[in-house]
């Protein structure tokens, strides 16, 4: 369907094949803008056949887009990630020749995003209470994802793009290799026995499924296989979350620390991570130890690092 081939998404209705044809019918955006367009409204997709029955694209309206945002609040996607889909929505919305106003942002109740005013960390027992939970269920990979970000402070989508190659050399070098947004390259160190365990446990399992070179590790080594396994991260938390998230968490409130979130997401891991480390620095006494971290995480300025902090 359309001239191009695009990405796997939820499911496959009228919607999906209206959008298609749009797309293929203007001379706006680059292919992987409107992929990634795509990707952004398939979930909206499936919630309007779902939820509406919904069968034209171009008869989206305020009601359904405001009970949409409702949802995706209450997953606890953040508010960047869903003002950046609403935008895909809307350019999308005017291409099928939609003519409904639909609300504005602050309409939605969504505000400019604040950064780093809440603490998104995981708390040790949550970590602890899901790898229980992933491997009761067999789920090997969301383990050893959890275990990459916890560690080693990886975003989501690194974690589904480390090869073999890469667990080798890190156990050779002690610097785990990780290319980031942007394409940024950066190295990550291998400093404590926890991550030379993890790292270890990987090897195996590569070796266990006959996997080498620059074969991925953990995501399927066919094409979207990266992205159906950063979903599944991602959705997998989302699901099971309130199995292992503590009742208690946002009570917990010190002086001089910021307040945690109630609803935590894969990245409050790479949040974990930040925050350990950076105490792991400190107490060994590490030279330009703030400047260490945010290479490390790949910032390259301390002043985002920063937002990791659970410190005011």
Known sequence: ??????????????????????????NEGHYSTKARYLSAIAPLVEFLVKEFHLQKFANLSGKHLRA???????????????MSDLS???YVYRLVGGKNRLPDNAELGLEKRKVGEMDR????????????????????????????????????????RI???HIEKALDNDHLWVKGKGGQVREVPVERSEQRELLNDLKAHATKNGLQGMELVLSENKKYGVKRKIDSW???????????????????????????????????LRHYYT?????????????????????????????????YSNKK
Not at 122 to 133: D, R, S
Not at 135 to 159: N, Q, Y
């Open 1 to 26: 369907m359309g001239k191009y081939k695009y990405p796997r998404i939820p499911m496959s209705n009228n919607m999906i094949a209206q959008i298609l044809s749009a797309f293929d019918h203007t």
């Open 275 to 307: 925050q350990k480390r950076d105490e792991w620095l400190e107490a060994n006494h590490i030279r330009n130890a703030k400047r260490n971290l945010s290479e490390s995480l790949g910032h390259h300025r301390e002043s985002i690092t920063k937002i």
């Open 234 to 268: 991602q959705n997998w938390v989302i699901n099971h979350r309130s199995k292992f998230t503590e009742s208690d968490r946002t009570n917990d409130v010190k002086e001089g620390y910021k307040p945690k979130v109630d609803k935590i997401t894969f990245h409050g």
């Open 68 to 82: 949409y945002v409702k949802k995706r609040q209450a997953d606890g996607i953040a508010p960047a990630t869903i």
């Open 88 to 90: 895909a929505i809307r």
């Open 163 to 165: 090869r073999v190659e």
């Open 121 to 160: 960390s995981w708390l040790p027992e949550e970590i602890e209470k899901a790898v229980a939970l992933a491997k009761a269920m067999g789920r090997t990979d969301v383990v050893f994802a959890i275990g990459l970000s916890k560690e080693f402070g990886l975003r989501v989508s690194e974690v589904a």
